[in-house]
């Protein structure tokens, strides 16, 4: 099987709720008309809007302005964690008024002991041990989405979207003010947040949603005003109400953006290159805009973006014939990314990541490579985006709303050959990106209908000498509704529709592509067209689960994918012809007990195959959590995969059986309320038949030694043990597939220090460095690939290591034939430091340094010493870049 990553596969899913809300925290208030505090089906507490006549209250902490005097109080909080609905254990006071242009909150969080306040300066959006207050905002009143603020006793902000009711996208920032106080009762906290940062519609008057939450971090409690169950399926649609908003009118949605780009690389070359420069210095500005289409849209465009990341993505040794997913780390495309998320996988692993609409395919590395004539060839790191637009919102009417559209340059590589010539040489066409996607609510957001459609279409002409495919579209429905009581059951799906199309060299390699592999000999139900210019497909999903109510929950899925389902110009899809179902059942219990503060455990079961019916995979695991009242808490489970086939194993060859495997895992962690808080999570599996192995162990130790400092250490080491590990295809009067005994070994260490001078100045320090050797032996040839002794299976091949490459007999005439030497030592280290200062609200300087190094052999020994001294031996690359921008709001 393609390794679907199913173990936990719904229970991710199925777990998400408690955790969001608890990390959302909103509020509470006085109890609404008798209201059960730990119902859902309660009477909406309310609280009456206020407006303010005369002077705006100063956003300085100190709740002495006249205004609020006037303000109704929110109060009597009722606790989430640790014992669920039982009254907070300190008072919280609550006032909000509106003016002009802004909303005002004031929070007053008496505390019984003011010098155990938790406080950690850090980076904005940084969560931290520290006490909070959160005010979310439901301003369309769609019991769907809202806008999250939150600030700590030091006035370090954090802010969310929150939409699909319980999701967050953390990405999110706006541009608003806090303030805060500590004194001998408490502290205080004080926020104006500007209309232009929230979206709402023009009817007079309004109703919104509201909440309000507190935390105490040295109880782990967290309090709402109106109040939410761990056993909900909801955050957003459990506020209270805020009524009698008159008035507002439509505010002036304008945000500019310029910044400018500073750019110094000096990297270690080849002075007979012509195009080397030991200092590439590099300058360029650009345009962000932000514009209020109407109260409901609006429109981000960015001019000449700089579309880098801080931040390198993690080293990894990627074995398999399947691409590596990378998260998405830049601003643009993770801002306000909720409504364009549309996933096609499921479980929580790389398929898990499947999703119609992956980003870093806009301003990926160029496709074609350049031939350098005997001589050097340069080619750009990064496709150029030229510029990018995206219009997202929801209406009055229940639509939610998402466009985008961005475009790309032609790269070309230049060339210096042998003979001296000079050329240009396309390595990317010109490419236009579009998503399209709409939502309708219904039910007041329980029901609704969507549509998604994404578009990639390429120049032609330089498509087809690159063998890429010139057009690609992808779209389709969804439906989800909740029914039951308190909306505690889910159903929801998705039919989509695939078309690809280009040269018929281009269309070859889709239809050889690791998803499908049209061409494997066994294959009956695949049609193999190497002249064929197009390519279709389907794709459809089908989930039924209970999400609320009690301490079970369960569910069940499926995933259907055509062999022509093909999305990965703009989406990110590691499998196609297949049919998965998978089914989980688990109790979660959430009230404390003398012996556990929580605690829950999961049976999932799943079973996959092909289009032509053939037994992809089939498997099950039982997993669990607990915390104890301590607050020290672990994790553990078994996984048992039957013996099935793959028709990936061989890349392209027929199906391979595979042998039954049990893998399993288990971790701790600490409390983290403590200045010193670890955890450390191993994992392990094994297939008996043919001694294969693999155990991994991981630990992480984060040190906070003072109030604006954080340090963390994480190394991880693992060894991986695959009788069967693919080497390579070798033709000789047949194919042969070639494999062999790898012994794998990695180690490294991630390592992290964050400063804090201010709310506003951090500097980030990040370091990893890493070790991974693999080494093979015992090769052997496939004989019976469907044989159920895994012996009989393959064929031993005794073999020759001659200059570097390996010589074997593989027909038994005697003659020799040639395949790599597959063995590997990777070592690279990475590291920045970014000084990033918000010197005006809005407006951010970075000063970023990274260095990396990176050495590569086919020593297979893992020797850390000679490997770890072999890489710092080598020319580092270092880049620093000064960024600046300046936020306008005219």
């Known amino acids: 099987m393609r390794q679907a990553a199913i173990p936990g596969l719904l229970t991710l899913l199925l777990l998400t709720v408690p955790v969001g809300a608890q990390q959302t925290a909103p509020p509470d208030s006085n109890q609404a008309d008798g209201g059960d505090p730990k119902g859902s089906s309660r009477a909406p507490l309310v609280l009456p809007a206020v407006r303010i006549h005369g002077e705006a209250p100063r956003i300085d902490g ?130 104006r947040i ?78 007979s290159n012509p195009f080397y420069r030991s200092n590439d210095v590099f300058a360029s500005g650009g345009l962000d805009l932000k514009y209020g289409l109407t109260n409901d849209l609006t429109l981000d465009l960015t001019v000449n973006p700089d579309f880098g990341q801080v931040e390198a993505d993690p080293a990894q040794v990627n074995l398999t014939a399947f691409e590596t997913f990378y998260p998405e780390r830049r601003p643009f495309f993770i801002e306000g990314a909720g409504i364009f998320n549309f996933g096609i996988g499921i479980g929580n692993g790389d398929m898990g ?31 150029t985006i030229l510029g990018a637009w995206k219009v997202s919102g929801k209406t009055q009417g229940g639509w939610s709303i998402g466009l985008l559209h961005a475009v790309t340059a032609e790269e070309t590589a230049r060339i210096a050959t042998g003979d001296g010539a000079r050329l240009e040489e396309p390595v990317e066409p010109l490419t236009n990106y579009g998503v399209a996607r709409f939502q309708r609510d219904f039910r007041e957001g329980r029901s609704a209908v969507g549509f998604i459609g994404t578009a990639t279409n390429r120049h032609k002409d330089v498509a087809d000498d690159l063998l890429l495919r010139s057009g690609a579209y992808t779209g389709g429905l969804d439906v989800r509704h909740r029914f039951g009581r308190d909306n505690r059951f889910e159903v929801n799906g998705y039919l989509l529709g695939s078309h690809v199309r280009g040269s018929p060299e281009a269309l070859e390699l889709t239809q050889r592509a690791p998803s499908r592999y049209f061409h494997r000999p066994d294959a009956n139900h695949l ?80 079973h996959g195959w092909s289009f032509g019916g053939e037994n992809l995979v089939l498997g099950s695991n039982l997993n669990g959590s607990f915390t104890l009242p301590n607050y020290w808490g672990g994790h553990a489970g078994v996984n048992r995969e039957f013996s099935s086939f793959s028709d990936a194993a061989l890349r392209g060859g027929p199906l391979l059986r595979t042998e039954a495997r049990t893998n399993g895992w288990f971790g701790i ?41 954080s340090v963390s250490v994480g190394p991880f080491l693992s060894r991986n043990v695959n009788d069967a590990q693919w080497v390579q295809r070798v033709q000789a009067q047949e194919n042969h597939y070639v494999l062999g005994r790898m012994d794998q070994k990695t ?33 052997q040839q496939v004989a019976d690939p469907r044989a159920r002794s895994y012996h009989d299976r393959f064929s031993p091949v005794e073999v020759a290591l001659v200059n570097g490459e390996y010589r074997a007999d593989l027909n038994g005439d005697g003659t020799a034939e040639r395949f790599r030497n597959p063995d590997f030592n990777v070592r690279q280290f990475r590291s920045t430091a970014v000084l990033r200062w918000e010197y005006r609200p809005g407006s951010l300087l970075y000063l970023v340094w990274s260095q990396g190094r990176n050495h590569f052999s086919r020593d297979g020994r893992f020797q850390v010493t ?23 709001s005219p």
């Open 866 to 888: 000679e490997s770890l001294g072999d890489l710092f031996r080598q020319d580092a690359e270092n880049v620093l870049m000064l960024k600046v921008s300046y936020w306008i």
């Open 62 to 191: 100190i709740l002495d302005d006249e205004a609020w005097k006037l303000a109704p109080v929110a109060t009597d909080f009722i606790q989430l964690e640790p014992n669920e609905g039982q009254p907070a254990t300190e008072r919280t006071e609550v006032r909000v008024l509106y003016g002009d242009d802004a909303l005002y909150v004031a929070f007053r969080a008496f505390d019984s002991s003011p010098d155990s306040i938790a406080a950690q300066l850090t980076r904005r959006d940084q969560n931290s041990y520290s006490d909070r207050v959160h005010v979310l905002i439901d301003s369309y009143f769609d019991r769907r989405t809202a806008f999250h603020f939150a600030v700590n006793p030091l006035g370090v902000k954090q802010d969310f979207y929150r939409y699909d009711d319980i999701h967050e996208d953390s990405s999110w920032d706006a541009v608003w003010e806090a303030a805060t106080r500590i004194d001998d009762q408490g502290w205080t906290a004080e926020i």
């Open 353 to 383: 990541s499947e999703s119609l609409f992956y980003s870093r395919r806009i301003g990926r590395p160029p496709q074609g490579s350049a031939d350098p004539r005997g001589g050097h060839a340069e080619s750009p790191d990064l496709t």
């Open 194 to 271: 500007p209309y232009s940062q929230l979206r709402f519609g023009n009817q007079d008057p309004q109703t919104w949603g509201i909440n309000f939450g507190r935390d105490i971090a040295r109880r782990n409690e967290m309090s709402l005003w109106a109040p939410i169950r761990q056993s909900d399926a909801a955050v957003v649609s459990r506020s209270g109400e805020l009524r009698g908003l008159t008035g507002l009118g439509s505010p002036r949605r304008v945000e500019l953006r310029p910044f400018s780009l500073a750019r110094l690389s000096r990297a270690p070359g080849d002075d």
């Open 527 to 606: 049609e193999y067209d190497p002249g064929k210019t197009s390519m279709s497909g389907w794709a459809g999903n089908l989930e039924l689960f209970k999400m609320g109510g009690g301490y079970w929950k369960w569910a069940t899925a499926a995933v259907v994918k055509s062999p022509g389902f093909e999305a990965n110009d703009l989406g990110y899809q590691r499998d196609a012809d297949l049919v998965l179902h998978a089914a989980y059942l688990g109790y979660n219990r959430h009230n404390p007990t003398d012996r556990l503060r929580r605690w829950n455990v999961g049976v999932n079961a799943f």
């Open 669 to 709: 962690s600490s409390d983290e309320r403590k200045a010193i808080r670890g955890s450390w999570n191993n994992n392990m599996s094994r297939a008996s038949e043919s001694d294969s192995w693999s155990a991994s162990t991981s630990l992480n130790v984060r040190w906070r030694p003072s109030g604006r400092t």
């Open 747 to 779: 180690l490294g260490l991630t390592g992290r220090m964050d400063l804090t001078f201010s709310p506003d100045l951090t500097l980030q320090l990040y370091a990893q460095p890493f070790v991974s050797a693999g080494e093979y032996s015992a090769f």
